[in-house]
């Protein structure tokens, strides 16, 4: 395990001194350039691209062409400062301003299979753990063995915990089953480029989500009524935005960031301070309050005459933000990894695989609509980076769903990870 954590310390330097492209100014103007053109030709009428956008959804393209650039080794994600600006500015800013407008009548109007899909994902990652090191301890046990703090399950946990809630619960689940430092770096990659890998499968799905939804005989009038509702109060509200209009989206949304990160700054020390018993829920994340303020603030102001700045395009520019995340993201994303932690990423794919049949089967029983499936899904594998945007790729007015969502995954994460992680501490080899 050493070794290939060093072989990996040792690619990464690696790309550092053979990245072209080191300056983040000029990697910003890449990023927005690939946007730029994706989005571009996604609207294009030239037949080509009209061809290509009828099989590849454009999400995935402005997910895609950033992951390119690492595996070719103009950039190194790692040597950037871009992710961090997109993960801890740009998304509490576009919760707030995605959340700006939400309904929440007409998502409690969606009915229990939202939330029964959400909590089938969970269950998917809590029981999938344990699946993927039985079933992989039939025929090499060496994979999931090791000792002491080298032992895989330990890894495994903090697993559990990224893909219920996000990076909090994960760190929780490090402090609390104390992987080496090696398997824990290993594990990270493991994490990244699994999710990653499913991310696109569920994006390809959204371009065949009709057909899907007529297999799973789903009715998916409840989605369509909140979508055509949010449109009709987008138009009525619409006009062309003013400097001062987008000068009060800006203060809105980053206004927002910065009282989240006020109260977080004081709230999540406190607590561990205070209440350590209540670290184990990760409540003393900064980011985890972070995100929960962002998401509240935004549903509270959805009840203000702020509201009526999605008429003049809050959500549009919640959106840009969000865009810009995913491209980030993408960038993290080196499947040159794979070969350097091929069996751990074999276990990984299984565990996923686990997840994913559970959904289609319980999608299948309950005939939930494509929709809940991919959102219940990205809203634990993902969390609130990748839920809303999978959300968005429907339709944009549906954001918030996958927003909140997210906010739940949170909630759940750090206690489903640690029941998985007994289970599978449990049938280690």
């Known amino acids: 395990m050493l070794t290939l954590f060093a072989s990996s310390c040792h690619a990464a330097d690696s790309s550092t001194d053979q990245a072209w492209v080191t300056n983040d100014a000029v990697l910003l103007g890449i990023l927005l350039a690939i946007l730029g053109f994706v989005f571009w030709s996604s609207q294009s009428s030239f037949a080509p691209f009209k061809w290509f956008?009828?099989?590849?959804?454009?999400?995935?393209?402005?997910?895609?062409?950033?992951?390119?650039l690492t595996f070719m080794g103009i950039v190194d994600p790692h040597a950037s400062d871009l992710p961090d600006v997109a993960k801890n500015y740009l998304l509490p800013a576009s919760l707030v301003l995605l959340t700006l407008s939400?309904?929440?009548?007409?998502?409690?109007?969606?009915?229990?299979?939202?939330?029964?899909?959400?909590?089938?994902?969970?269950?998917?990652?809590?029981?999938?753990?344990?699946?993927?090191?039985?079933?992989?301890s039939a025929f090499a046990p060496q994979w999931v063995g090791g000792e002491g703090?080298?032992?895989?399950?330990r890894g495994m946990a903090t697993v559990a915990g990224s893909w219920?809630?996000?990076?909090?619960?994960?760190?929780?689940?490090?402090?609390?089953?104390?992987?080496?430092?090696?398997l824990f770096s290993v594990m990270v990659t493991v994490d990244?480029?699994?999710?990653?890998?499913?991310?696109?499968f569920l994006l390809l799905g959204i371009g065949k989500a009709k057909a899907i939804d007529r297999l799973?005989?789903?009715?998916?009038?409840?989605?369509?009524?909140?979508?055509a509702k949010m449109e009709a109060y987008s138009k009525q509200h619409a006009r062309s935005p003013s400097t001062v209009d987008l000068f009060l989206i800006l203060a809105v949304g980053f206004g927002g960031t910065a009282l989240a990160y006020f109260v977080a700054d004081w709230l999540a020390p406190w607590i561990g301070k205070n209440a350590p018993g209540l670290a184990q829920f990760s409540l003393d994340s900064k980011f985890f309050w972070l995100i929960l303020i962002a998401t509240a603030l935004g549903v509270c102001m959805s009840f203000t005459p702020l509201r009526r700045l999605e008429?003049?395009?809050?959500s549009k520019i919640g959106t840009v933000f969000i865009f810009v995340l995913v491209a980030t993201i993408g960038l993290g994303m080196d499947l040159s990894a794979i070969a350097e932690n091929s069996e751990l990423f074999i276990v990984g794919l299984i565990w996923m695989l686990f997840h994913v049949l559970l959904l289609i089967v319980v999608g299948w029983l309950i005939r939930a609509p494509y929709f809940f499936l991919a959102v219940g899904s990205k809203a634990n594998i993902g969390g609130a980076a990748s839920a809303p945007v999978v959300a968005a790729a429907f339709h944009p007015t549906l954001a918030p769903v996958g927003v909140l969502l997210a906010v739940l995954g949170y909630v759940l994460g750090?206690?489903?990870?640690?029941?998985?992680?007994?289970?599978?501490r449990s049938v280690s080899p």
């Open 53 to 68: 956008y009828r099989f590849v959804p454009m999400l995935l393209m402005c997910y895609f062409l950033p992951s390119a």
């Open 102 to 136: 939400v309904d929440l009548q007409g998502i409690v109007r969606l009915g229990p299979k939202a939330l029964i899909m959400f909590l089938t994902g969970t269950a998917g990652v809590i029981l999938g753990g344990p699946v993927a090191i039985l079933i992989v």
């Open 149 to 153: 703090p080298d032992e895989i399950w």
């Open 164 to 182: 219920i809630g996000g990076g909090a619960n994960q760190i929780a689940m490090q402090k609390m089953f104390v992987p080496s430092n090696s």
């Open 192 to 200: 990244v480029l699994v999710a990653e890998f499913w991310m696109m």
């Open 216 to 227: 799973f005989r789903a009715d998916v009038s409840s989605v369509d009524s909140l979508q």
């Open 311 to 314: 008429g003049v395009g809050a």
């Open 414 to 424: 750090t206690y489903g990870a640690w029941l998985s992680a007994l289970m599978m």
